[in-house]
T-cell receptor, first 110, second 114 residues
């Protein structure tokens, strides 16, 4: 079973629309990383959440950690073509093992 | 500050061969982790090195091995390549090992096994 489950697996939205990606953990989440990946390239760090209820924003991307629900959500406002890519959540499963969700592929249609 | 670099960026090998991939971490970073990314399995942890010692290993067969040098550069080796080893191999560096530290990822090495 997947330690971190992301939904949806893929998302196609019209440019300018808002969207939300969810990441649900199979156990208590003490923190979470969100990364973005362009196809076939390395990961770009977006943000890290470390406390339940913490919310962070970077440009038009906002992420929140709901510790009780064992879930994090990433919300993009007024999507742009530059937001297209694969979004991955991850966190430490054990001291040195970083576990990833399966990713959400985001396509922005002009 | 230069980012994490990986060489080569692309590699084509045939089954049964072996391959060595290289990763140079960000200057001053002592921890290097390796990940395999495939369409079917997603991103999976291979192993982590810190100060030339392997600290943790994922669930991969012994054909996958690695090492870290005194300058923190790391190499990953895969022997007796199989078709299923075709993947994007990513390395990441961080200042210290584990413990909720941000990892900085390289661009990856795309390995194709024919």
């Amino acid at each position: 079973s997947q330690e971190l489950e992301q939904s949806p697996q893929s998302l196609i939205v019209q440019e300018g629309k808002n969207l939300t990606i969810n990441c649900t953990s199979s156990k208590t989440l003490y923190g979470l990383y969100w990364y973005k990946q362009k196809y076939g390239e390395g990961l770009i760090f977006l943000m890290m959440l470390q406390k339940g209820g913490e919310e962070k924003s970077h440009e038009k991307i906002t992420a929140k950690l709901d510790e009780k629900k064992q879930q994090s959500s990433l919300h993009i406002t007024a999507s742009q073509p530059s937001h297209a890519g694969i979004y991955l959540c991850s966190w430490w499963w054990g001291a040195q093992k970083l576990v990833f969700g399966q990713g959400t592929r985001l396509t922005i249609n002009p | 500050k230069a980012g994490v670099t990986q060489t080569p960026r692309y590699l084509i090998k045939t089954r049964g061969q072996q391959v060595t991939l290289s990763c140079s971490p960000i200057s001053g970073h002592r921890s290097v982790s390796w990940y395999q990314q495939t369409p079917g399995q997603g991103l999976q942890f291979l192993f982590e090195y810190f100060s030339e010692t392997q600290r943790n290993k994922g669930n991969f067969p012994g054909r996958f091995s690695g090492r870290q040098f005194s300058n923190s550069r790391s190499e990953m080796n895969v022997s007796t390549l199989e078709l299923g080893d075709s993947a994007l191999y990513l390395c990441a560096s961080s200042a210290i090992a584990g413990g909720y530290n941000e990892q900085f990822f390289g661009p990856g090495t795309r390995l194709t096994v024919l």
